[in-house]
Every structure is written in structure tokens, then in C-alpha cells.
């Protein structure tokens, strides 16, 4: 999308019709080798790839930490591993974690561990951990972001909290040299995050906990109120 932002249901008419009448422009064409459901999630994948994006060049080199297992998060840290890096999540969602170890994720960390921190240390070896992308926008777990990442690392903050203020080590932002970025969104990015689901083979399926007809449309959205055990759910016809 350029210009502005544009919302179905909001802009325009339409998010739970059957059809809808849009401008060309908005739509992308989703390659045959995506299957319908991955290609409902490629959504909340478009931020997570404009999250990478902004951190800069990543490759077999690097070490990628996500906090936050969440859909975004998941979807930052598929995306993080088919660049070829090594990618560890933080989750204390034992079920969160199980689901990143079966997509490809290197390693999980539980943030309740008394050696939460020393374990991804360990993990990422000398070199440290080049990028944080934080998508769990808990106040901890964005305050941790300033320890875990290596000096001139970079963090990119792509969770929303609800809190007005988050206390966090920001004299690490000059003792580290850190670059420090936000997102909302993924304008821009779509046509190439496509190509990338595409071209790296990425199944988006396994994230979807739970699918429903509209039928059960009601049903389906109480269903996604429960954080715990779900992290995308589709409706379909």
C-alpha cells in the first residue's frame, strides 16, 4: 500500500463479505505455491519482514533474537532463520516455544529463568547477538532487549504495550551504540515479503491453532481472546 493507510472494514466496505469492491492497487497476487491458508497470514508476516528489513542485512552470521512468541513473533522468527541466521526466541509460553522448535527456530529461552540472559549469551557464542526485534511488547521484555543485544547491535520494536511508561536501561543506548528503531505496519514491504514466502519455501500453516466457518464466525472470535493456547485463527468459507 502507498499514500495511506488502508483498512478493509475501515476505508472500506467489506472485511467479512464474501466480495467487496477495492482499488487495484491494494491487492497483491499471491503465487501458487502459497496455499490459501498460509496466504491468510501474510499479513502479520509483512511486519515481521519489514522488522528484519529495518535491522539491516542478516545472514548465516549473525545471531537474531525475538522476544515475544506471539504471532508476529513467530512469523519475525521464521523469517529470521530462512535468512540463515541464528535465531533464538524468548517466550515463557511453553506451548509458544514447542511451536517455534518444530518450525526450524535454533533455540528457545523461558524470560522466568534465573539464567534467562546468560543462556542466550551462551548461545549466540562471542559475537554476541547482532539484532533484538522485540514483538512481545511487555515492559520486561523490552527492558531486556537493552541487555541481550551486543554492542553496535540493533533493536527494532515492533510490540505494542499498554503501559505509558517502560523503565528500561537507556544509558546502554551511548555505552553500547546501539541503533534503536519502531515500526507500525508493513507499507511497502508486501510485493517482497511475498516473494520471500515464496522463494524460501516458508509454510505459514502450522501457526494457525484453529480454523472456522463463518458459520462459527461468533464462536471463532471468543476463541481468539485465548491467548494462551491460540495464536491465529481463521475463518473461511
Known amino acids: ?54 535491522a539491516g542485512s542478516i545472514d548465516a552470521s549473525d545471531t537474531v533474537v525475538v522476544i515475544g512468541g506471539g504471532m508476529i513473533g513467530q512469523c519475525a522468527a521464521l523469517a529470521a532463520h530462512a535468512k540463515g541466521a541464528l535465531t533464538v526466541l524468548v517466550e515463557p509460553s511453553a506451548q509458544r516455544r514447542e511451536m517455534a522448535t518444530r518450525l526450524g527456530v535454533d533455540a528457545t529461552v523461558d524470560p522466568s529463568a534465573p539464567d534467562a540472559e546468560a543462556t542466550i549469551a551462551a548461545v549466540a557464542g562471542p559475537l554476541g547477538v547482532r539484532v533484538v526485534i522485540e514483538a512481545s511488547g511487555n515492559p520486561h521484555g523490552m527492558a531486556s532487549a537493552y541487555r541481550i543485544v551486543s554492542h553496535n547491535g540493533t533493536i527494532v520494536q515492533i510490540g505494542i504495550t499498554a503501559a505509558a511508561e517502560v523503565s528500561a536501561p537507556l544509558a546502554l543506548i551511548q555505552a553500547k551504540d546501539l541503533t534503536i528503531k519502531g515500526i507500525t505496519g508493513s507499507s511497502g514491504v508486501w510485493p517482497r515479503a511475498i516473494r520471500f514466502i515464496e522463494r524460501t519455501g516458508i509454510d505459514l500453516t502450522p501457526l494457525a491453532t484453529d480454523e472456522f466457518s463463518f458459520d462459527e464466525a461468533a464462536e471463532a472470535f471468543d476463541r481468539s481472546r485465548d491467548a494462551s493456547s491460540t495464536l491465529k485463527v481463521l475463518i473461511h468459507p
Open 1 to 54: 500500500m502507498t499514500g495511506h493507510m488502508s483498512w478493509f472494514g475501515l476505508t472500506y466496505d467489506g472485511a467479512g463479505s464474501e466480495e467487496f469492491v477495492v482499488l487495484e492497487r491494494l491487492l497483491h497476487d499471491v503465487p501458487e505455491r502459497i496455499s490459501d491458508r498460509s496466504a491468510a497470514m501474510i499479513e502479520p508476516f509483512t511486519v515481521a519482514y519489514r522488522a528484519l528489513e529495518e
